[in-house]
């Protein structure tokens, strides 16, 4: 039952054949491209985002809009330029801009000349017939059976992918030899993806955990810092310049409020997974400060730093796109919690210079805090 | 001695002041507005509110900031949705939380929850719940409620027949059989944009006055009916679920097939979410059907009005010269143009204002 459905052929109607592409969000790719693949899909991944994508976005995007919308333009337009003849994107119902995105961007491209067919899945809280016909349509004849399980793989890669991660966060700090567990991910990531089958998936998770358990660490004390904000520029490192890689050597251990999979279990499969970190803890905890839900994740961010702040954390540092509406709601009160914030505006102008400087003031405060809090316990918090 | 219940002249004062106040004052409080915009009110706001927040909302701030003192009570509700289906903006689902958060020094804030984004869903628990927090007894509350709906059709109508916000406000609250304004036979200008930036003399560096001095008369989303924004916003890809983008959109569709429009501004606030995806959406339409000449006008506090005169004479020369039958020095001209919409811009049945009165008629609905 695990084995590849033939690829299907379209030669019999109307419908070209499909090379289907997606925007980038970090490493959703290997979870949206193994469970298309399995279904006979054939995908055309776009580039990486690099500067290039982003100059694409930036000069054909309209000026305010938001980071990830111009990376999202940026990638298709890269993707077209492989092949890629569809388009396959989440939709929404607001209140934030992310749910009008793929028309106003399908709106660019055709301006281009560049025709894309357009498929997106609007939430299924709405219109659950819709979203199952565009499944069908994408994945042509795939029996629900198949959908089920190419589903499932795509959650087991992301799961995979964000355990590695995890430990990424873990090791950084701490490792011997700088720069070893950066390459260790790398590799780990590579035997994750190369997986192709679900019946792989068992053994290529033992082989990168090995990878990751390989790595020399010794045993120094470490800050601990939370990272929250928005969705895409917390799980996309171009557009995050590398944070927690940065963070990590610099000798904080980092965790990010959200993973991939979390975010599958909230938005997909509508928070039925319980054994996992939901967005429902974050929206409880933000309640005394944020009584509402503001779009995006501004009412997690509250939230899951207040979460940090009683976890005991050493500080928490919010993400956020220039001109992200819940996030600067929720800049406005983060303030008022107690735990050091950092905010950080991520846009086209962001330069790596202005970040490591900013990064070292807000680490080297947290360790004279630190510092601080250990020889006077009941210090006022700062 | 009757409380004094605080109102910002910001945001959406402009479309829902006539029931607030008809309200309050329905209950025997003292409604007490904030002055008109001016340099302090803006430098209180921009230093309150965070450097990347748009103007509006720093705007708020600082009309907040010019009541706190001075009033009992501060009503800020949250507005979630005025229309079923439909948003307003996430920082107007905030605001309440950002204010709260961040000045010190506040009366009571009345920041019940306005929320009709379910179907059928009604203004009355909006208002039960601030009758309740003034102590007043449920009869009165009711009373003051339907008053309130009554003022507002009244507002809005007013709004319909070409009437701006603020005068519109005054005669509702006369209740008087005023004539309607001069409809003289002008060149008409589209002004779409939010109404706390085009309405606000200030903020807009008094727009609307001066397209109206140099003889063009300024037409608004709000001059259209509900029926005829939804309908031509209805030609979208999907829907738009925010309300006064929504209006916007549909009245900028509406007045680009106006024959008798000659030329459309669109005026934004810097850093604006829903206007970076509705400006596109616009200005994109615009070019494609090309025989509207478009200025795209974006509001900071940084703007200088030197800047914006200049451009906006620019701007009207250039419809002058189209008008005059010469060849357009800059930019497209109407030729061939559609027939002229099927509406007049004056007395339309419907309402303005997303279905917040119709209710009115038909017995509140006392759940
Ligand atoms: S959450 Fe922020 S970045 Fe994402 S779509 Fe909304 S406004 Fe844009
Ligand atoms: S709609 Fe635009 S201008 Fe209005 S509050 Fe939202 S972001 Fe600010």
Request: a positive charge.
């Amino acid at each position: 039952m695990f084995c590849r459905p033939a690829y299907k052929q379209y030669d019999d109607c109307e419908v070209l054949p499909v090379k289907v592409t997606f925007p980038h969000m970090g490493h959703a790719w290997i979870c949206l491209s193994a469970m298309l693949e399995y279904l006979g899909v054939s995908v055309v991944v776009p580039p990486p985002s690099s500067k290039r994508t982003l100059t694409l976005g930036v000069k054909h995007g309209p000026e305010f809009a938001c980071l990830p919308l111009k990376l999202n333009l940026g990638n298709f337009i890269e993707a077209r330029e492989a092949g890629a003849d569809t388009v396959l994107m989440a939709g929404g119902c607001g209140p934030c801009r992310f749910g009008y995105y793929a028309q106003v961007e399908h709106a660019i491209l055709e301006d281009l000349g560049h025709h894309y067919r357009l498929v997106v899945m609007e939430p299924p809280q709405r219109h659950i017939g819709e979203l199952l016909a565009k499944i069908k349509y994408v994945t042509g004849q795939s029996s629900w059976w198949q959908v089920v399980q190419g589903i499932r793989f795509g959650y087991c890669k992301a799961r995979a992918v964000d355990e590695l991660e995890m430990a990424a966060h873990r090791l950084r700090p701490r490792e011997a030899v700088p720069g070893a567990t950066s390459a260790a991910f790398k590799d780990a990531l590579r035997v994750v993806v190369q997986a192709g089958r679900p019946a792989d998936m068992p053994a290529a998770v033992a082989r990168a955990r090995e990878i990751m358990a390989a790595v020399a660490v010794e045993a120094r004390p470490v800050l601990r810092v939370g990272i929250v904000g928005e969705i895409y520029t917390l799980l996309e490192p171009f557009a995050n310049l590398d944070i927690e890689r940065r963070l990590g050597e610099l000798g904080v251990e980092v965790d990010r409020s959200i993973y991939l999979s979390e975010w599958i279990n909230d938005h997909l499969f509508l928070g039925l997974l319980r054994n996992m970190r939901s967005r429902r803890a974050a929206c409880r905890a933000a309640a005394p400060y944020l009584n509402h839900c503001v779009g995006g994740h501004g009412q997690e961010t509250v939230g899951s730093t207040v979460l940090y702040a009683r976890a005991g954390y050493d500080g928490v540092i919010q993400l956020l796109p220039f001109t992200c509406m819940p996030e600067i709601v929720a800049h406005s009160i983060l303030p008022r919690l107690d735990i050091p914030t950092l905010t950080l505006t991520m846009d086209e102008q962001s330069g790596e210079a202005g970040l490591v400087t900013r990064l070292e003031a807000f680490v080297d405060l947290l360790e004279q805090r630190g510092k601080r809090r250990v020889s006077l316990p009941a210090a006022a918090p700062a | 001695m009757k409380p004094k219940v605080g109102i910002p002249r910001a945001l959406l004062y402009y479309y829902y002041f006539p029931l607030w106040r008809a309200f309050f004052q329905s209950l025997g409080a003292e409604v007490s507005l904030s002055g008109p915009t001016n340099k302090t009110v803006l430098g209180r706001g921009l230093k309150q509110a965070g450097d990347d927040v748009c103007l509006p909302v720093k705007l708020a701030f600082g009309h907040i900031l010019e009541l706190a003192g001075r009033v009992d009570y501060l009503f800020l509700p949250r507005l979630v949705s005025v229309a079923p289906g439909e948003y307003i903006c996430p920082k107007f689902l905030g605001l309440p939380d950002m204010v709260r958060q961040t000045v010190d020094g506040l009366p009571p804030l009345i920041d019940t929850t306005v929320d009709l984004y379910r179907r059928h869903s009604s203004l009355w628990p909006t208002f039960a719940r601030t009758g309740q927090r003034l102590k007043c007894g449920r009869w009165l509350v009711y009373a003051a409620y339907r008053r309130a709906l009554a003022e507002q059709g009244r507002f809005e109508s007013l709004l319909r027949a070409g009437r701006p916000p603020e005068q519109a406000m005054a005669l509702a609250a006369r209740d008087g059989n005023e004539q309607p304004p001069e409809t003289a036979e002008q060149p008409l200008v589209a002004v779409i944009g939010h109404p706390y930036n085009i309405y606000d003399h200030y903020i807009s560096m008094n727009l609307l006055q001066r397209l109206r001095a140099a003889g063009v008369r300024p037409v608004t989303a709000e001059m259209l009916s509900e029926e005829t924004v939804r309908r031509e916003a209805a030609t979208l890809p999907k829907r738009l679920f925010w309300t006064l983008s929504r209006r916007m959109t549909g009245a900028a569709f509406y007045y680009l097939r106006d024959a008798r429009v000659q030329g459309m501004i669109h005026v934004a606030s810097f850093a604006c979410g829903p206007d970076s995806i509705t400006g596109e959406l616009i200005e994109r339409r615009a070019r494609r059907e090309g025989h509207v000449p478009f200025l795209n006008l974006t509001l900071d506090e940084h703007t200088g009005e030197a800047g914006v005169v200049t451009r906006l004479e620019a701007f009207l020369d250039m419809l002058q010269r189209c008008r005059g039958g010469g060849v357009p020095a800059a930019g497209p001209c109407r030729d061939g143009a559609p027939a002229a919409g099927t509406e007049e811009t004056a007395g339309r049945a419907g309402c303005a204002l997303p279905a917040l009165v119709p209710s009115a008629a038909g017995g509140g609905n006392f759940r």
